[in-house]
């Protein structure tokens, strides 16, 4: 780089870093400079500050973009005042309910702060067991889409479409893979910084914790684990869940995580704490976020609570198409329970008024109704290659339990398969059944042949029993909540435990 270009990025990164400042209120400057300190101190001295590479999860949410916005602001403040500054790695963790709207997002965010082109950051996707340069329309991979698929319609069918089970579990069982493949890529890092709120972390270490005991793993305090050790803990947990999840004979090869390596670092990289800094309620940074950041609260990626996954639109399309086909409600019905859970959790989370307002809004027309309808009907072809039909055959889960409830599926969506009902149960048990059968089973749960066999073995998920983890996964979740439903049986209202985001 010639001298009169370095001069030339130098301003431009003396622009970006004013300009950053200027939304930033009296409380947040502050933050900043003990951030900035810390930073130092953890470096071993702002002579070493140059050597430092710093770590940071960015979901493409709300929450973690300013996270990286603070960083950064960091980064450069460092550069004007020092020889050199600390670098920066910046990882997203790709899933299916990262739409392309959360990936213009991150680039919005990437552009404002001048990261592309700047050699001390570095911007990341983990995709499954690849790491890549970030692009803006770089595509989810094939393995990963169809493990995404995978985990969604095992988890979907052992519990008849608990929310959480199928859209969320595996997902943030993952996330030690995430961390560890990001932290070790290239020539490593010194320190990971979360994204999250103190609320969500404190939350996520406590659901991680019990899981862990409960599994005769020996987790002393959250907070006093090492990064290897907390990879370690949750990667733990995560064996157990699949192998529940797939069965033994099921598992995929690749799944587990692969012991990683720290190039040129003597040790595993160290959590940095930063949650204490930074304010997490959304209005007080909003000019940040959509002024200068570029962010946009898209339709499909902002769902209730999350402004980063698409997954809780399906989540509450999902209890429509129950309360429509497997109840015998309205569609309109199942919407308007999910939407008292999710009202509840964005108060709880204190998100914005004008957002949970905006959230709500968007169903409380009937044809904002039918919009939001086929808005999930097309995000779920596009994400995990599912139409209508195969939801509605998860919800009633019909092929676990030996098939128990196949008759009952068939008998309200598809009489005309009562009479081949026993053909169904011989292919679903590893007999010879027409060939024609087969295809319909198929066609009509979006799963194979073997994958469906698989189901007919298994037991359905018994959310009452301590010894499934899958079940102890879900008593432990925060994000669940008791909404008033009609008992099916009796008509009578009753409360239903129900989870989501």
Same mark, same amino acid.
């Given at each position: 780089?010639?001298?009169?270009?370095?001069?030339?990025?130098?301003?431009?990164?003396?622009?970006?870093?004013?300009?950053?400042?200027?939304?930033?209120?009296?409380?947040?400057?502050?933050?900043?400079?003990?951030?900035?300190?810390?930073?130092?101190?953890?470096?071993?001295?702002?002579?070493?500050?140059?050597?430092?590479?710093?770590?940071?999860?960015?979901?493409?949410?709300?929450?973690?973009?300013?996270?990286?916005?603070?960083?950064?602001?960091?980064?450069?403040?460092?550069?004007?005042?020092?020889?050199?500054?600390?670098?920066?790695?910046?990882?997203?963790?790709?899933?299916?309910?990262?739409?392309?709207?959360?990936?213009?997002?991150?680039?919005?965010?990437?552009?404002?702060?001048?990261?592309?082109?700047?050699?001390?950051?570095?911007?990341?996707?983990?995709?499954?067991?690849?790491?890549?340069?970030?692009?803006?329309?770089?595509?989810?991979?094939?393995?990963?889409?169809?493990?995404?698929?995978?985990?969604?319609?095992?988890?979907?069918?052992?519990?008849?479409?608990?929310?959480?089970?199928?859209?969320?579990?595996?997902?943030?069982?993952?996330?030690?893979?995430?961390?560890?493949?990001?932290?070790?890529?290239?020539?490593?890092?010194?320190?990971?910084?979360?994204?999250?709120?103190?609320?969500?972390?404190?939350?996520?270490?406590?659901?991680?914790?019990?899981?862990?005991?409960?599994?005769?793993?020996?987790?002393?305090?959250?907070?006093?684990?090492?990064?290897?050790?907390?990879?370690?803990?949750?990667?733990?947990?995560?064996?157990?869940?699949?192998?529940?999840?797939?069965?033994?004979?099921?598992?995929?090869?690749?799944?587990?995580?692969?012991?990683?390596?720290?190039?040129?670092?003597?040790?595993?990289?160290?959590?940095?704490?930063?949650?204490?800094?930074?304010?997490?309620?959304?209005?007080?940074?909003?000019?940040?976020?959509?002024?200068?950041?570029?962010?946009?609260?898209?339709?499909?990626?902002?769902?209730?609570?999350?402004?980063?996954?698409?997954?809780?639109?399906?989540?509450?399309?999902?209890?429509? +198409?129950?309360? &429509?086909?497997?109840?015998?409600?309205?569609? @309109? !019905?199942?919407?308007? %329970?999910?939407?008292? /859970? =999710? #009202?509840?959790?964005?108060?709880?989370?204190?998100?914005?008024?004008? +957002?949970?307002? &905006?959230?709500?809004?968007?169903?409380?027309? @009937? !044809?904002?109704?039918? %919009?939001?309808?086929? /808005? =999930? #009907?097309?995000?779920?072809?596009?994400?995990?290659?599912?139409?209508?039909?195969?939801?509605?055959?998860?919800?009633?889960?019909?092929?676990? !339990?030996?098939?128990?409830?196949?008759?009952?599926?068939?008998?309200?969506?598809?009489?005309?398969?009562?009479?081949?009902?026993?053909?169904?149960?011989?292919?679903?048990?590893?007999?010879?059944?027409? !060939?024609?059968?087969?295809?319909?089973?198929?066609?009509?749960?979006?799963?194979?042949?073997?994958?469906?066999?698989?189901?007919?073995?298994?037991?359905?998920?018994?959310?009452?029993?301590?010894?499934?983890?899958?079940?102890?996964?879900?008593?432990?979740?925060?994000?669940?909540?008791?909404?008033?439903?009609?008992?099916?049986?009796?008509?009578?209202?009753?409360?239903?435990?129900?989870?989501?985001?």
């Amino acid at each position: 780089m010639s001298s009169i270009h370095e001069q030339a990025m130098k301003y431009v990164y003396q622009q970006v870093l004013q300009r950053l400042l200027s939304y930033f209120n009296r409380a947040e400057r502050t933050a900043l400079q003990l951030l900035i300190q810390r930073l130092i101190v953890a470096a071993g001295g702002i002579e070493r500050i140059g050597d430092y590479r710093v770590l940071v999860a960015f979901s493409g949410g709300k929450d973690s973009a300013y996270t990286v916005a603070l960083l950064r602001a960091a980064q450069l403040s460092i550069a004007g005042r020092a020889p050199a500054t600390f670098n920066l790695r910046v990882a997203n963790m790709r899933h299916a309910g990262m739409t392309s709207a959360v990936m213009d997002n991150i680039h919005r965010c990437y552009s404002a702060l001048f990261l592309h082109d700047d050699p001390r950051v570095q911007l990341l996707v983990v995709d499954q067991q690849y790491v890549q340069t970030f692009e803006q329309d770089l595509p989810f991979s094939s393995p990963g889409r169809e493990q995404n698929r995978s985990d969604m319609l095992l988890g979907g069918h052992l519990t008849a479409g608990d929310a959480r089970t199928t859209f969320c579990n595996a997902c943030y069982l993952s996330m030690a893979e995430f961390l560890g493949r990001a932290a070790s890529w290239g020539e490593g890092v010194d320190a990971v910084v979360s994204g999250d709120s103190l609320k969500e972390q404190k939350q996520y270490a406590a659901w991680i914790t019990r899981l862990a005991r409960h599994n005769g793993q020996t987790v002393s305090q959250w907070h006093k684990l090492g990064f290897r050790t907390a990879l370690n803990t949750i990667d733990g947990i995560g064996q157990i869940y699949y192998r529940e999840l797939y069965g033994e004979e099921s598992m995929p090869a690749d799944f587990m995580l692969r012991p990683l390596g720290y190039p040129g670092k003597p040790t595993a990289p160290a959590f940095l704490p930063v949650a204490d800094l930074i304010g997490f309620r959304t209005d007080e940074h909003w000019a940040l976020l959509t002024d200068f950041l570029g962010f946009r609260f898209d339709d499909l990626a902002f769902s209730f609570s999350e402004s980063d996954c698409a997954n809780p639109l399906l989540m509450a399309h999902m209890r429509g +198409l129950r309360a &429509q086909f497997v109840q015998g409600r309205e569609y @309109a !019905d199942g919407i308007a %329970e999910y939407l008292e /859970l =999710a #009202a509840a959790m964005m108060r709880r989370k204190r998100m914005p008024t004008r +957002l949970i307002h &905006q959230a709500l809004a968007a169903y409380d027309q @009937a !044809d904002k109704l039918e %919009e939001r309808r086929a /808005l =999930a #009907a097309g995000y779920a072809q596009e994400a995990f290659g599912l139409n209508e039909t195969q939801l509605v055959c998860l919800l009633f889960a019909p092929f676990v !339990d030996a098939g128990a409830q196949l008759e009952a599926f068939l008998r309200c969506c598809h009489p005309g398969m009562l009479v081949a009902s026993a053909d169904l149960h011989r292919a679903l048990s590893g007999q010879p059944a027409p !060939d024609q059968v087969v295809q319909w089973l198929v066609d009509v749960s979006g799963l194979s042949l073997k994958g469906l066999q698989n189901l007919y073995v298994r037991p359905r998920v018994d959310f009452n029993d301590d010894s499934s983890i899958i079940a102890r996964v879900r008593a432990s979740d925060p994000d669940k909540g008791r909404v008033m439903t009609v008992d099916q049986r009796t008509g009578e209202a009753v409360a239903e435990l129900i989870s989501g985001r």
